[in-house]
């Protein structure tokens, strides 16, 4: 069963899930994640960030909950999420990256995320990641013949070319397409499932594929 790492974000309550690891995972909580983690009885591996949004209470409580701490000065090259999705990648025992409450916050944060796709240090895992919120699932591929499953609760299917895309051909949805190319980046919005699984290929470029869905709940189970 492939080990997983648990990204999770400081995004707004309001707005957040968190995972249900299991025993062979590792859970990264970054800045205020760790917190929000801990406060709902998940075990953090490892506590990242500037922490420049917990006070100093929690600091003490963090330290002593964590098995890593890893605290970085605020005037700093990466982002939080970044330092967090390098320490993933960087697991070689890791196949699976879960990153939870990406979005509800800062527009600029919410982008820098979906730009890391383009970073040639992530480039070549991001088969790997995902990206969860109570409405959204986002998976990113690189070229290739896929299925996938329909996930309960979740209404719409969205192809969204992240670079231009040679040959996009989808099945088995609302508004199928065979070997269409774009020579930009292009959204292909509301699809749907006809049946409960889509089968989709291309050629050339990078793929985000989103499920969405009108509610979720807060934790999130792996599939087996």
């Known amino acids: 069963m492939p080990k997983t790492a648990h990204i999770v ?15 062979e995972d590792i859970v990264i909580g970054v800045d205020r994640g760790a917190i929000e983690c801990l406060s709902r009885g998940i075990t953090v591996t490892t506590a990242v960030g ?11 409580d963090l330290k002593a909950s964590v098995d890593s701490y890893i605290e970085y000065d605020a005037d700093k090259d990466d982002t939080d999420a ?8 960087k ?3 890791v196949s699976l990256i879960w990153v939870y409450n990406w979005s509800g916050g800062r527009l600029d944060h919410l982008l820098s995320i979906l730009y890391m796709v383009y970073q040639p240090r992530f480039r070549d895992k991001i088969g790997s990641i995902t990206l969860i919120n109570k409405t959204n699932t986002i998976n990113f591929y690189h070229p290739g013949d896929y299925t996938i499953v329909k996930e309960e609760s979740k209404t719409y299917l969205s192809f969204i070319g992240m670079t231009a895309l040679k040959k996009l051909t989808l099945k088995n ?16 919005v ?27 709940k807060e934790r999130i189970s792996i599939r087996d």
């Open 9 to 23: 974000l400081g995004a707004p309550t309001d707005n957040a899930v968190f995972p249900s690891p299991r025993t």
């Open 50 to 60: 500037d922490f420049d949004s917990i006070s100093t209470e929690e600091h003490a």
């Open 82 to 89: 970044e330092i967090a999705l390098s320490l993933a990648v």
């Open 91 to 93: 697991d070689e025992t």
């Open 173 to 188: 949805v609302k508004y199928p397409l065979n070997k269409k190319s774009y020579h930009y980046p292009v959204a292909l």
């Open 190 to 216: 509301s699809n749907e499932f006809l049946e409960e699984e889509c089968l989709f290929s291309f050629e050339e470029g990078i793929l985000a594929v989103i499920q969405s869905g009108d509610k979720q």
